[in-house]
């Protein structure tokens, strides 16, 4: 080769080296990214990296996860893959973050309800889970699908756990314990005015709303043929439930009030006035004075101040 085409080589290598000189310096960092993979790349880091883009340079965080690199690893990175980068100063990050297909806290309550009210006696189940938060983070590709297995449910206490997989099928799942309350809801018949003692509550009385059945307690009236007919035994308000005990049926007979007395005999019927000792409603033994003997004696209940004596000494016959 003679000294002209010599030096036209040298020249040739001299321009192309400046020219990936002036590529390698031109890298500039990528301080925030989202990737979907299991790798981070070395594009991921940064821009410009004349064609090295898919070098990896280490494992991606789990999905819904971030990665940090600070100045002194990423200038490690650059300086190991022949890249032309220096930080600007010792503050310099950058943050991969990996994306994720979410399954989130309303879905696992979702799948712990219809799992659980098959078990209760109840119309539905209110679920709270111990963690509220609860979030589980699946790669980006995979299905937001869940299963429940190992369910315990303990319905004196209220108390359930499980074991959440996601997804619900597929070589790559994962497995969560975890546990909360769940409460039985069921329809109750309610008043939807305020009735006091002595109303007689009617069918037009009724309405419904949904309640904690484990925080009423048995008494607790859920069929509305037990409210109809029946009377307050103290003021019951609008859109409240209600105990069986805060029940009883109306008083026809009143403390203090006249009655007649009522004997009911094969071939004649003798009645009497007397004076309730006792209030009553309709089948109830109370306490009666005969006003005329003054003899007291024990009826039963047949209607408003009306009531029925078995012995002809509870009726005075002269």
């Given at each position: 080769?003679?000294?002209?085409?010599?030096?036209?080589?040298?020249?040739?290598?001299?321009?192309?080296?400046?020219?990936?000189?002036?590529?390698?310096?031109?890298a500039t960092l990528r301080t925030d990214t989202t990737i979907s993979g299991d790798t981070v790349r070395l594009g991921d880091l940064f821009d410009d990296v004349m064609g090295k883009e898919d070098q990896p340079v280490g494992r991606a965080p789990a999905p819904g996860r971030r990665a940090t690199y600070d100045a002194t690893y990423l200038l490690r990175i650059?300086?190991?893959?022949?890249?032309?980068?220096?930080?600007?100063?010792?503050?310099?990050?950058?943050?991969?973050?990996?994306?994720?297909?979410?399954?989130?806290?309303?879905?696992?309550?979702?799948?712990?309800?219809?799992?659980?009210?098959?078990?209760?006696?109840?119309?539905?189940?209110?679920?709270?889970?111990?963690?509220?938060?609860?979030?589980?983070?699946?790669?980006?590709?995979?299905?937001?699908?869940?299963?429940?297995?190992?369910?315990?449910?303990?319905?004196?206490?209220?108390r359930f756990s499980a074991v959440l997989v996601a997804p619900a099928e597929g070589p790559e799942q994962t497995r969560t314990a975890i546990s909360g309350r769940a409460a039985a809801l069921v329809d109750v018949p309610v008043l939807t005015r305020r009735i006091k003692p002595g109303e007689?509550?009617?069918?037009?009385?009724?309405?419904?709303?949904e309640v904690r059945i484990n925080r009423m307690g048995a008494e607790l009236v859920r069929d509305t043929t037990d409210l109809i007919g029946q009377t307050p035994r103290r003021q019951i308000n609008e859109n409240t439930p209600i105990r069986a005990r805060d029940l009883q049926q109306p008083q026809v007979v009143t403390k203090g009030s006249l009655?007649?007395?009522?004997?009911?005999?094969?071939?004649?019927?003798?009645?009497?006035?007397?004076?309730?000792?006792?209030?009553?409603?309709?089948?109830?033994?109370?306490?009666?004075?005969?006003?005329?003997?003054?003899?007291?004696?024990e009826a039963v209940v047949i209607g408003p101040n009306q009531v029925s004596v078995s012995r002809p000494g509870g009726i005075a016959l002269n």
């Amino acid at each position: 080769m003679n000294k002209l085409a010599l030096i036209a080589v040298s020249a040739t290598l001299a321009i192309a080296a400046a020219s990936q000189i002036r590529s390698a310096e031109a890298a500039t960092l990528r301080t925030d990214t989202t990737i979907s993979g299991d790798t981070v790349r070395l594009g991921d880091l940064f821009d410009d990296v004349m064609g090295k883009e898919d070098q990896p340079v280490g494992r991606a965080p789990a999905p819904g996860r971030r990665a940090t690199y600070d100045a002194t690893y990423l200038l490690r990175i650059a300086s190991y893959h022949q890249i032309s980068w220096r930080p600007n100063s010792q503050f310099e990050r950058a943050t991969v973050t990996r994306s994720s297909s979410v399954v989130n806290a309303e879905m696992v309550r979702g799948a712990v309800e219809a799992e659980l009210t098959a078990r209760a006696d109840a119309d539905r189940l209110d679920v709270d889970l111990d963690n509220k938060l609860l979030e589980v983070h699946l790669p980006a590709d995979q299905p937001t699908t869940l299963k429940l297995e190992s369910v315990t449910f303990d319905q004196v206490q209220g108390r359930f756990s499980a074991v959440l997989v996601a997804p619900a099928e597929g070589p790559e799942q994962t497995r969560t314990a975890i546990s909360g309350r769940a409460a039985a809801l069921v329809d109750v018949p309610v008043l939807t005015r305020r009735i006091k003692p002595g109303e007689v509550i009617a069918a037009s009385d009724i309405g419904y709303m949904e309640v904690r059945i484990n925080r009423m307690g048995a008494e607790l009236v859920r069929d509305t043929t037990d409210l109809i007919g029946q009377t307050p035994r103290r003021q019951i308000n609008e859109n409240t439930p209600i105990r069986a005990r805060d029940l009883q049926q109306p008083q026809v007979v009143t403390k203090g009030s006249l009655v007649t007395m009522v004997l009911q005999q094969k071939s004649m019927t003798l009645t009497a006035q007397g004076k309730a000792l006792e209030a009553g409603s309709d089948g109830q033994v109370i306490r009666v004075v005969n006003t005329m003997s003054n003899r007291t004696v024990e009826a039963v209940v047949i209607g408003p101040n009306q009531v029925s004596v078995s012995r002809p000494g509870g009726i005075a016959l002269n």
